[in-house]
């Protein structure tokens, strides 16, 4: 199924924005009826633009720090730590061009490996958690610093029972305001990094796009959603209207194809939260596995957040990705993989610093009955013009 052509329109104009380094999202005038009327789909900017496919040899992984949740419901907030460490690991590096630089001489390097390389699997499986944890991130523990600022996320949100429109909510309150990286009144700071300064090199333009701006009447019936249902409801459809007020960068689209998510992500200083079905996408504490019939059974649904860092190329990954599936266990390194890519994440779930899936899990974990198809875009950029002034 494709998207109508309206949607289209829309969805292209929506990431035009998200990726121009000189519009930011707190200044994005929007025509508030281009996300919430379901007749009439636009946006306020008359260009219309394709999204350019981007080559495999242009496409990377983003460098984020894993970090591992405390309790069953905070993925979501633990997702958003995430963010701040990889926006620090920008501002240490110095900026995205470094950053690019350094996916791109991955990627040449990958291109480059020779079919020997394959002959020892024990030996590559090693090399590969290593090189993984250098190159995508390695998993640490949260500092005291860390814990304060999920605190404050905790407070700010003031519940445990966490939709996509909460974090889409705090996203706009921790960067949007001014701006600035962090700006949020009252937000803990390690005042020894002299952030004031730092803060004015690098905004983030965000997008989150649905399939239900709302609540969708019919997961009552999900076991997932049933007990605070009736309050959520309530609490959630208010937040919608606030950020219809408030003109953030919402999009309601009917079908998003997977294909579109990973033009976006293979970008520059680019990365997407994304909610999708835990039992689809297995979870990697006890090695529960689920068939992918069972996709939409809604006895087994379990919303889950975790990060999409990029795609990958490269063989190793891809065989991790197709082992991890049902019927492809019994694959190993070495193996000639199926699939020409796979989705790189970080999942707060799991005790792995980075975990690799296959496109046709991922697609099915994301579009499950009761995740909405929800996915939030991020895309960090430079203050180029407050660096020249």
Avoid at 86 to 114: A, V, Y
Avoid at 149 to 163: A, F, L, P, R, Y
Wanted: charge should be neutral; charged fraction near 25%.
């Amino acid at each position: 199924m494709a998207m109508a052509p309206l949607e289209k329109h829309a969805f292209e104009d929506a990431v035009k924005i998200l990726l121009n380094q000189s519009a930011r999202s707190s200044t994005i005038k929007l025509n508030n009826e281009s996300f919430f009327n379901d007749d009439h789909v636009h946006l306020s900017s008359p260009i219309r633009s394709t999204i350019m496919r981007l080559p495999p040899a242009n496409c990377g992984v983003t460098h984020i720090t894993h970090c591992h949740q405390d309790e069953t419901w905070d993925c979501g907030i633990v997702c958003l730590q995430m963010i701040l460490r990889w926006l620090n690991h920008i501002r240490t590096c110095g900026g995205g061009d470094e950053i690019e630089s350094q996916k791109l001489s991955f990627i040449n390097e990958t291109i480059t490996k020779h079919d020997s390389d394959f002959e020892k699997p024990q030996q590559r499986q090693l090399e590969h958690t290593q090189s993984r944890e250098s190159q995508y991130g390695s998993s640490i523990p949260q500092t005291p610093e860390e814990c304060l600022q999920k605190k404050w996320m905790i407070n700010t949100i003031q519940t445990e029972s966490i939709w996509t429109i909460d974090l889409v909510i705090l996203i706009d309150k921790l960067f949007s305001r001014g701006n600035n990286f962090l700006c949020s009144e009252g937000f803990p700071h390690n005042l020894s990094h002299n952030l004031d300064s730092q803060q004015q090199q690098y905004y983030i333009n965000y997008l989150f796009c649905s399939r239900e701006l709302g609540v969708d009447e019919s997961y009552y019936r999900i076991k997932y959603y049933e007990y605070n249902f009736r309050n959520d409801e309530i609490r959630v459809n208010k937040l919608f209207k606030y950020a219809k007020q408030m003109g953030l960068p919402t999009l309601k689209i009917s079908h998003l194809d997977l294909s579109y998510v990973v033009e976006i992500v293979s970008r520059q200083n680019c990365v997407a939260i994304v909610l999708l079905n835990n039992r689809v996408l297995g979870n990697s504490q006890n090695n529960h596995r689920i068939t992918l019939s069972k996709q939409n059974n809604e006895k087994f649904y379990s919303g889950h957040y975790v990060i999409l860092c990029g795609v990958s190329y490269d063989k190793d990954d891809i065989t991790k990705a197709e082992s991890n599936c049902v019927n492809n266990h019994h694959k190993k390194y070495g193996h000639e993989p199926r699939d020409k890519y796979c989705m790189v994440i970080k999942n707060p779930g799991s005790k792995n610093a980075t975990e690799f899936v296959t496109p046709k899990k991922f697609d099915s974990a994301w579009k499950s009955s009761g995740t909405d198809n929800d996915i939030i875009f991020l895309a960090i950029h430079e203050n180029k013009t407050d660096q020249q002034g």
